[in-house]
């Protein structure tokens, strides 16, 4: 089977920016990486999604119109993109912009017309990937671990199984590869209440370097209370939504013991997700924003059993990973292979996730 040049594009939670990265493969394994780019949406589109992320699950009759905001975003985004790149890609992969996640009532929305951007960009565009595992009665989500298991073989090495990927973005998630066994689960919080309480004191957007963290105290007693939440300790399959959890427990804190505790609330979710795991991990490949800050890292690598690391060691570009999935994942589809499984989702069996839709249907 011919690889494919597949597109992936992808908006988190923080609605920073549209991330997009090509790579060409069979479903199976990625034979080349292509370039990478973030482009920001439209100052209005951020702030919007990030007001109707924020009404968790209210507020429903303002998402046609944002729907249509987002893939126009989208379509400019992709057309520069692919121009500026000299791409024609056999299809692009849209997975929309989510503004709620409720697994536990079947709900998952992510904004955007697939249909309409495949007509805008004269491409066939895959989207709706997560409806299908829902459908199976599984939690839409994490959708990367199979991509991770990819990339394991290919750049990592089985030789430092068992290996957990460790994604740090406004939620955080891990996916624990050994040998065929593969299990994945949403942990907790990742950067979104750290950000969000930087962002409400004035003092930037995160939390740049750690810095303002390592200065402040941890209070243990507010961050004993916090880590005894019981989603913490239930066995995955699991996955949340960015506004699950609250930062409210360092209320009346100075912006530096806030940070302290909330970096301190993250470091200890994560530990806790390690207990759940079928074995103790050998090697931690931390992924997304969160591997940016050094003081974060240093605290995982004291709480794990692991050596944490940033996956750029491996010559895994962390910002791009997830975007890169979606391509790998729009590739499966096309090759009839499953996007999600049991032990990743929760679904009733393995799933093959995604819709294609042509350009004039």
């Known amino acids: 089977?011919?690889?494919?040049?597949?597109?992936?594009?992808?908006?988190?939670?923080?609605?920073?920016?549209?991330?997009?990265?090509?790579?060409?493969?069979?479903?199976?394994?990625?034979?080349?990486?292509?370039?990478?780019?973030?482009?920001?949406?439209?100052?209005?589109?951020?702030?919007?999604?990030?007001?109707?992320?924020?009404?968790?699950?209210?507020?429903?009759?303002?998402?046609?119109?944002?729907?249509?905001?987002?893939?126009?975003?989208?379509?400019?985004?992709?057309?520069?993109?692919?121009?500026?790149?000299?791409?024609?890609?056999?299809?692009?992969?849209?997975?929309?912009?989510?503004?709620?996640?409720?697994?536990?009532?079947?709900?998952?929305v992510q904004l955007g017309d697939p249909q309409l951007l495949a007509d805008t960009l004269k491409v066939p565009v895959i989207g709706d990937v997560r409806l299908a595992d829902m459908a199976a009665g599984g939690q839409g989500a994490p959708l990367v671990p199979v991509y991770h298991q990819a990339l394991a073989r290919s750049l990592v090495g089985g030789e430092q199984e068992p290996i957990c990927f460790l994604n740090i973005g406004g939620v955080s998630n891990l996916t624990f590869i050994d040998g065929e066994t593969l299990h994945a689960f949403d942990i907790g919080p990742g950067n979104a209440l750290l950000d969000d309480w930087i962002r409400r004191h004035g003092a930037g957007d995160y939390d740049a370097g750690g810095e303002i963290s390592a200065q402040g105290k941890v209070l243990e007693d507010r961050l004993a209370d916090a880590l005894s939440h019981p989603f913490l300790s239930e066995a995955g399959p699991k996955s949340l939504d960015r506004y699950s959890f609250s930062g409210d427990f360092v209320e009346g804190l100075s912006l530096e013991d806030g940070a302290a505790t909330l970096l301190a609330f993250t470091v200890g979710a994560i530990s806790k997700a390690e207990t759940l795991l079928p074995k103790r991990i050998k090697l931690c490949l931390v992924c997304g924003g969160g591997r940016h800050n050094p003081v974060l890292l240093r605290r995982l690598e004291e709480e794990l059993s692991g050596d944490v690391v940033s996956a750029d060691v491996y010559n895994i570009d962390g910002d791009a990973l997830e975007a890169q999935a979606m391509a790998f994942l729009g590739a499966r589809l096309l090759a009839g292979l499953p996007t999600t499984f049991p032990e990743t989702t929760g679904a009733s069996g393995p799933v093959i996730g995604g819709r294609l839709y042509h350009p004039g249907e």
């Open 1 to 108: 089977m011919s690889d494919w040049s597949i597109v992936g594009t992808i908006s988190g939670t923080s609605a920073d920016g549209i991330d997009l990265a090509e790579i060409k493969t069979d479903g199976h394994q990625v034979s080349a990486f292509g370039v990478a780019e973030t482009i920001s949406y439209q100052p209005e589109t951020r702030t919007r999604v990030l007001e109707a992320a924020a009404r968790k699950g209210t507020g429903r009759e303002a998402w046609p119109d944002l729907a249509r905001a987002v893939t126009e975003d989208h379509a400019e985004a992709i057309s520069v993109y692919l121009a500026s790149n000299g791409l024609a890609p056999d299809a692009v992969v849209f997975h929309g912009q989510t503004v709620w996640h409720d697994p536990d009532k079947g709900e998952t």
